[in-house]
């Protein structure tokens, strides 16, 4: 050890004598080379933790920790796109679902309100004739008006569908159809994109028919809209409160379905 000092020591001194003017006293001498002792002991010193550094891992820890974490990150991303996909092709197969049970409804409608066949005077009553239980009559040209509003829907005129559906419930405030018409302007929202608006229509659905099979359904898009807005917590909870007061619908199936994809 005193050996490598002595001569680093002597090298310091050979690099004085190079640098240094041949005036420089033995004072200035002096303290240059205690400058120069300083900065190589630093340098030394750095290159020390390095080599610690390297040594012990930990940069490399870190670098292996910042890698894994942008892995969790993507296939965090990656989720969260799959159960966007799986929300807007249940929403686009409930859509074609209404959209078929709404047609059934107005041809039982129309089947209900049509003008009976006239029996001919002589002819035999017929015993195997069915009662059919009558939908509570339409009044009016309502079927005509709510087919109006749905095709508006359909046709992505949300705005115009919205104002139809509001002014067929106006219209026509004891028509069966009237619930229908209140869970299609909460899902008219929810394709516009304006989730607190399709909440608040959902919820009034809820409140003013919560025994209409629509109730369920409409539940069930607010959770959807819950879902859009990053509401986890309140998305579960409806979910939950679905399948405990609709066991049986079939928006209960789907919630079912989705509250296993969130756990």
Known sequence: M?????????????LAGVYLPAWADDAEVTRHLADMQTQINNM????????????????????SEVESLKAQVRRLRGDVDV??????????????????????????????????TPVPPNAAPDKTAVAVPALPAAGGNSAQDYEAALNQFKA??????????????????DNPLVPSAQY?????????????????????????????PKAADAMLNISSAQLELGNLDAARKTLQTLVTKYPDSNAATLARKRLDALK
């Open 2 to 14: 005193m050996r490598a000092s002595l001569h680093r020591l002597l090298l310091v001194i050979c």
């Open 44 to 63: 030394d010193a750095r290159i020390g933790r390095l080599e610690s550094m390297l040594q012990n891992g930990s940069m490399l820890n870190m670098l």
């Open 83 to 116: 159960q966007s996909n799986d929300i807007s092709v249940t929403q686009k197969r409930q859509n074609d679902l209404y959209t078929d049970l709404d047609t059934r409804l107005r041809n039982l409608s129309h089947a209900d309100n049509a003008p009976a």
């Open 156 to 173: 992505a005129n949300y705005t115009a569908a919205i104002t139809a559906f509001k002014d067929f419930i106006k219209k026509y405030p």
């Open 184 to 212: 299609w302007i909460g899902n008219t929202y929810f394709s516009m994109k304006d989730y607190k608006s399709a909440i608040a229509q959902q919820k009034k659905l809820i409140a003013t028919h919560p025994d209409n």
